[in-house]
């Protein structure tokens, strides 16, 4: 059955809208830090026929210009179910990696697992994209985890690497990724074509760049402490969470493939989540 698979990975930010099973997705703005994170959408095979469709600098224009609620439309609209097919509950034991093997909530819930409330910087998140239709689900792992928080260690478990939203195109539903201008103008980033005779992998990532040929990335240790720095300013240093890789290494059957150009260990930047009000205010 032909599909449209769109996987986010990186510093992410997810959030379910309480009133409707809506999800919305902030891209955390670390492109110009001293660990810089480049966002960037490739959609294989390209729309136009080619090989693959990159996006990277040409996101950064609608950005620039204040443009930054965007949303992941189906047309022609209507054509699919309404609603994200999702389970968000955290699993009732991070140590059984097989117990609800998809389940959203393998994603860390900031505010349902460590902080009760998180005020949000403005501007941190950009772009952020609302998204109605399809199926939320974690698809991959990373290895058993320890967090440390208020000078306590504890085991933890394992976490969602990367998440994927799969949208049925098997009747010729095209997803569509918009920009919504302030003007009320939508201009189109891809618009997927030929849905129901071909599947579309789509990736959405905030990532280091990758290291030039031939060499290995700086030992940086780990970005998680980027959400904190950059979007959460209402967490005191000694209440940040901090993740750290657990002795002896356990990994899950499901756990994230090596990539050419890997996060840094032990957090493979799969996101978080969290509740509170539209993400594009505090």
């Known amino acids: 059955m032909p599909s449209a698979k769109i996987t986010f990975t990186g510093l992410l930010v997810f959030r379910r809208d309480p009133k409707t099973t809506n999800y919305e997705v902030g891209i955390l703005r670390a492109r110009n830090e001293h660990h810089p994170h480049i966002f960037e959408i490739q959609v294989t095979p390209n729309p136009d026929g080619s090989d693959t469709l990159r996006l990277d600098d040409e996101l950064e224009e609608p950005i620039s210009n204040g443009d930054i609620l965007w949303r992941l439309d ?3 609209e209507g054509s699919s179910p309404a609603g994200i097919e999702v389970n968000p509950d955290p699993p009732k ?4 990696a097989n117990s609800g093997k998809e389940d959203f909530g393998w994603i860390i819930n900031l505010q349902e697992e460590f902080h009760s409330e998180l005020n949000r910087k403005p501007g ?3 772009p952020i994209i609302l998204f109605t239709t399809g199926k939320l689900y974690t698809s991959c792992k990373t290895d058993f985890l320890d967090v440390l928080q208020n000078g306590r260690p504890r085991d933890f478990g394992f976490i ?3 998440l994927t939203l799969t949208i049925d195109t098997s009747q010729g539903q095209k997803p569509v990724l918009n920009v919504l201008k302030k003007n009320g103008d939508k201009v189109s980033l891809f618009r997927l074509e030929n849905t129901d005779k ?3 992998s789509i990736s959405i990532r905030n990532v280091p760049p990758p290291p030039p040929p031939g060499t290995l990335p700086p030992p940086t240790g780990g970005h998680f402490h980027m959400f904190y720095d950059l979007l959460f300013d209402n967490v005191r240093p ?3 969470v901090v993740i750290k890789e657990h002795r002896p290494t356990m990994r899950p059957e499901d756990r ?4 050419s150009q890997p996060d840094p260990d032990p957090f493979r930047c799969g996101g978080v989540s969290v509740g509170g009000g539209p993400l594009g205010h505090p």
């Open 74 to 76: 189906v047309d022609p």
């Open 93 to 96: 034991d991070r140590g059984n």
């Open 124 to 126: 941190g998140l950009q």
């Open 160 to 162: 969602a690497g990367a």
């Open 198 to 200: 071909t599947d579309y």
């Open 238 to 240: 000694e209440e940040r």
């Open 256 to 259: 994230c493939p090596e990539i």
